[in-house]
């Protein structure tokens, strides 16, 4: 049973440039979720979707980010117009369930971005 | 603004040595979570615990989750330099996880 899968590992981008991440939940998992570690800091929640709905999307940025999770096809975070501050690592972790009192979210590889 | 606690930040000790990992906070979750994570790769889920009092074993680590569900402590017995790496604990709210900053475990043979 494949885990969370996410591509690429690693992306380079110049600033200006848009970045875009893609996470494939573990099978059976309809609820993904993205959250961001910046260099010395805790991951911190993003954005929480399910098919064709975003959900919660707090964490998120105001401007230049956006996610989807489209009915075919794996979620995609998009990060446009990168600037150096968006250089971190971007986890995406799914769930099977609704969000309640036992569930557990499984983590992909994470995408490495670096912005130069 | 739910946050988490983590001490120690950072932990060095001997092979053999036991240890223990505090997660707290001011808020009440619904459950706690606590991670592993590799260099390079992301979060392993360990342990979920759900019951205030829970206490689970997972071999040599032992979980504990507060009576009022706001703290949990991850125990180490006898470590073991493969149990070197960031550990972290999360607790459910709402949709999403709330991270501790994490303990970096080093153990030394």
């Known amino acids: 049973n494949a885990g969370v899968m996410q591509n690429p590992r690693h992306l380079v981008r110049r600033r200006g440039q848009e970045a875009r991440l893609r996470c494939s939940p573990m099978k059976g998992h309809s609820h993904v979720y993205w959250y961001r570690q910046l260099p010395e800091e805790g991951l911190k929640f993003m954005v929480y979707?399910?098919?064709?709905?975003?959900?919660?999307e707090s964490g998120m940025p105001k401007e230049r980010f956006s996610a989807e999770f489209p009915k075919e096809g794996p979620s995609i975070l998009r990060i446009q117009q990168v600037v150096r501050g968006d250089s971190a690592a971007y986890f995406c972790a799914s769930s099977p369930r609704l969000a309640g009192t036992d569930n557990e979210q499984f983590f992909g590889p994470g995408t490495r971005l670096t912005v130069l | 603004t739910q946050l988490l606690e983590q001490s120690p930040q950072f932990l060095s000790i001997q092979e053999g040595e036991n240890l223990t990992v505090y997660c707290n906070s001011s808020?009440?979750?619904?459950?706690l979570q606590w991670y592993r994570q590799e260099p390079g790769e992301g979060p392993v889920l360990l342990v979920t615990v759900v019951t205030g009092g829970e206490v689970k074993k997972l071999k040599r680590l032992t979980f504990q989750f507060g009576d009022a569900r706001k703290d949990s402590s991850l125990h180490i017995t006898a470590a073991q330099p493969g149990d070197t790496g960031l550990y972290l604990c999360a607790g459910l709210g709402g949709n999403k996880l709330v991270f501790g900053a994490g303990t970096i475990l080093r153990v030394k043979s």
């Open positions: 979707l399910q098919k064709e709905n975003i959900i919660d």
């Open positions: 808020s009440v979750f619904s459950s």
